[in-house]
């Protein structure tokens, strides 16, 4: 997929220069990587949720066409607005298709483990992504696991997963992906009615108990 992103230089620095293009549906940008300097740049908002919408999401490698050159980008940091979810700025950086770089991909789990089927327990994701090294060209989507097999308490780690080739897992093998625990037990048994308290009455100070005692004892 050869996806080709329009872009211009930015003028007008500041806060207020960057809401006026927010507001026309553009976005402020940075351009930087290796033997470059860093190039403010203006992108369509567009665009760029487009390429978010991908499977390959921040992962997508894809062209900036500034002035008369085109660089192969990706997508290195978003600012969003966490009230609104607008898109405020993006850091894209230049890549070398034949530099490894390292980038964060998506755990996806296949199957019903038979802990969960059979046994009574649930699966508890410990971790949904982990960081590979490889060429741009064979970033992974995703990575499948199959966690059909897993019993009760037992984990599956990194260490565990098939790799396609050219990826090397940078991630620690030992990492737990995913576990299967045990449900909480509930601390009464349901239906269990708890005992009723036995509310004892108060005790009366014993120079009352006395006084109260001679008044009503009859006069000789």
Same mark, same amino acid.
């Given at each position: 997929?050869?996806? +080709?992103?329009?872009?211009?230089?930015?003028?007008?620095?500041?806060?207020?220069?960057?809401?006026?293009?927010?507001?026309?549906?553009?976005?402020?940008?940075? @351009?930087?990587?290796?033997?470059?300097?860093?190039?403010? @740049?203006?992108?369509? &908002?567009?665009?760029?949720?487009?390429?978010?919408?991908?499977?390959?999401?921040?992962?997508?490698?894809?062209?900036?066409?500034?002035?008369?050159?085109?660089?192969?980008?990706?997508?290195?940091?978003?600012?969003?607005?966490?009230?609104?979810?607008?898109?405020?700025?993006?850091?894209?950086?230049?890549?070398?298709?034949?530099?490894?770089?390292?980038?964060?991909?998506? +755990?996806?789990?296949?199957?019903?483990?038979?802990?969960?089927?059979?046994?009574?327990?649930? +699966?508890?994701?410990?971790?949904?992504?982990?960081?590979?090294?490889? @060429?741009?060209?064979?970033?992974?989507?995703?990575?499948?696991?199959?966690?059909?097999?897993?019993?009760?308490?037992?984990?599956?780690?990194?260490?565990?997963?098939?790799?396609?080739?050219?990826? &090397?897992?940078?991630?620690?093998?030992?990492?737990?992906?995913?576990?299967?625990?045990?449900?909480?037990?509930?601390?009464?048994?349901?239906?269990? &009615?708890?005992?009723?308290?036995?509310?004892?009455?108060?005790?009366?100070?014993?120079?009352?108990?006395?006084?109260?005692?001679?008044?009503?004892?009859?006069?000789?």
């Amino acid at each position: 997929m050869n996806i +080709v992103v329009k872009s211009e230089k930015r003028q007008g620095l500041g806060s207020n220069a960057a809401r006026r293009l927010r507001a026309q549906g553009f976005v402020p940008a940075v @351009l930087y990587g290796e033997s470059m300097d860093s190039a403010p @740049l203006v992108l369509s &908002k567009k665009d760029i949720v487009q390429i978010l919408k991908l499977e390959s999401g921040e992962n997508t490698i894809f062209k900036v066409a500034v002035d008369a050159d085109a660089y192969d980008v990706m997508i290195k940091d978003l600012q969003v607005d966490p009230a609104s979810d607008e898109l405020l700025h993006v850091d894209l950086i230049r890549i070398s298709m034949d530099k490894p770089i390292r980038v964060t991909v998506p +755990v996806v789990h296949r199957g019903e483990p038979i802990g969960v089927k059979t046994e009574g327990g649930f +699966v508890d994701f410990i971790t949904r992504e982990v960081e590979v090294e490889c @060429l741009p060209r064979d970033i992974p989507e995703s990575l499948s696991i199959d966690i059909s097999e897993l019993h009760i308490q037992q984990a599956f780690k990194i260490e565990g997963m098939a790799i396609p080739a050219g990826v &090397k897992i940078v991630t620690d093998p030992a990492t737990v992906l995913v576990l299967i625990s045990l449900p909480h037990k509930e601390e009464e048994f349901p239906g269990e &009615k708890p005992e009723e308290a036995v509310v004892e009455e108060p005790k009366e100070p014993e120079v009352i108990k006395k006084e109260r005692t001679e008044k009503e004892e009859p006069e000789k």
